[in-house]
């Protein structure tokens, strides 16, 4: 049994920081409780799609799931909703191309100097018509896939101007609807 879209660890409405900045030893005490309770009610997975920027932070989850005993699957990708607060500069410098590269470094090699890879690519948009930061993540999340397999998770919001528009960046970029969640 698999929790499809959490947040175990978030900042929203925190300063973005990579990694999320918590203590460490309050958010182990506070949240293994909780996933040990989820576990006992027959979860064994919780996929977290806390991006970077909005709180990822791969070691504390990895020390959360080793004490728990719930495996804790994390992404790759950035944040886009919440009137893009938690996009980091650098993917406003850069193409799709080269945000996609970051991702896909972090598939690769792992993420934040760690040999934690990403299970899936997680992003989300604001409002109506996709902003074109909004449209530059969801293709480099497009290139992404491409390159990786990893499955795309962008919150929408309800957003159904911006999951059609996000549906066209796809097939621009030959990535099947199947790939998105």
């Known amino acids: 049994f698999c929790l499809p879209h959490e947040h175990v660890l978030s900042r929203f409405g925190a300063e973005p920081a990579e990694p999320g900045i918590y203590d460490q ?11 040990k309770y989820v576990k006992e009610l027959g979860v064994q997975s919780i996929v977290d799609c806390t991006a970077a920027y909005f709180g990822r932070n791969v070691t ?8 728990s005993g719930v495996q804790i699957i994390t992404n ?15 993917a406003y410098q850069k ?12 598939f690769k090699n792992g993420i934040q100097s760690t040999d934690i890879k990403p299970g899936f690519i997680k992003t989300a948009i604001d409002g109506e018509d996709l902003t074109a930061i909004d449209a530059k993540m969801v293709r480099a999340a497009a290139i992404t ?16 101007v911006g999951a059609r528009e996000s549906l066209q960046i796809f097939k621009e970029e ?5 790939a998105w969640i």
């Open 25 to 35: 030893e309050n958010a182990i005490q506070q949240v293994v409780p909780f996933l």
């Open 60 to 67: 504390l989850l990895q020390k959360l799931s080793q004490q």
């Open 76 to 90: 790759t990708g950035f944040y886009g909703a919440a009137n893009d607060r938690y996009v980091p500069q650098i």
């Open 95 to 106: 193409t799709p191309e080269q945000i996609a590269e970051i991702w896909i470094d972090e």
């Open 145 to 160: 896939h491409r390159e990786t397999g990893l499955s795309i998770a962008v919150h929408t919001s309800g957003n159904i």
């Open 174 to 178: 030959k990535v099947a609807p199947q």
